[in-house]
């Protein structure tokens, strides 16, 4: 009944009249702490638009943070879903500024929050590793091929926020972090080369603003846990030697 109505609703012209906005607060609110208050239900993506597809998966990001478990394989299907489908959206804006996603950069936005919500470690709380193996190929495959870095490094420099403000608000400094959390799941697990791979092609990218470097001085407790080697290979690059220290290192 929920899908139903989300899917065929429309906003009157009356200032009054309920949202997409408002509408995909109390859906957030619902899933919360009901994560699995749509669980069963199939294609989402392509029956309700991107700000309720944005709604759900903020209400998932905010259960685990709660402690509330979602069906994982479902909230799995449905990032993969948003993150392979084009930004573009085949639904006409509707209602005042604001009161609705022109396209799916907002849900690919949470989607990317909630992949690194999902894997960070955490006691007492297991994902399968089929499943990460699906979330890293996913997030490797975005941030070669997504626009994330493009996005990124042209955005203007006039900008107040900090770097580690910055790398909480932009989506290549955000994959970054995801890709670091994936590395404390399966010890052994053959992807993680392609991880390493990854960190290495980014961490070589010339960032001017400064969020990606934030993220890694921010994760170097981590770095030093779960992947001391590529650290201590690196550690030069990122924070720099007696030999100088540039501004990005200082960042780090």
Do not use: C
Request: cysteine-free; hydrophobic content about 40%; proline content about 5%.
């Amino acid at each position: 009944e929920i899908i139903s109505h989300l899917g065929s609703w429309h906003p009157t012209n009356s200032w009054r009249s309920p949202t997409h906005e408002g509408q995909g607060r109390e859906l957030t609110a619902l899933i919360t702490t009901n994560p699995n208050a749509l669980s069963g239900i199939g294609e989402l993506i392509n029956r309700l638009r991107p700000i309720y597809i944005r709604a759900i998966i903020q209400g998932w990001e905010a259960a685990l943070k709660a402690g509330n478990d979602p069906v994982y394989p479902e909230v799995v299907a449905l990032i993969v879903e948003v993150l392979n489908h084009t930004q573009e959206s085949e639904y006409p804006i509707e209602g005042r500024e604001f009161d609705d996603d022109p396209n799916f950069l907002h849900a690919k936005n949470a989607a990317i929050n909630l992949v690194v919500e999902l894997t960070k470690s955490r006691e007492g709380r297991s994902i399968p590793v089929d499943l990460i193996r699906i979330i890293s190929d996913t997030l490797l495959g975005y941030v070669v091929n997504g626009p994330s870095w493009t996005d990124y490094s042209d955005f203007s420099t006039d900008s107040q926020m900090d770097p580690l403000t910055l790398s909480l608000n932009w989506q290549w400094p955000n994959l970054i972090r995801g890709m670091i959390n994936l590395l404390s799941h399966a010890t052994e697990a053959s992807w993680k080369e392609d991880v390493f791979l990854a960190l290495d092609r980014e961490v070589g990218k010339s960032d001017r603003h400064g969020a990606a470097r934030a993220v890694f001085g921010q994760s170097i407790g981590f770095l030093a846990t779960y992947a001391p080697e590529w650290l201590e290979e690196n550690q030069v690059q990122l924070f720099g030697s007696s030999a100088g220290i540039s501004e990005s290192q200082q960042i780090a």
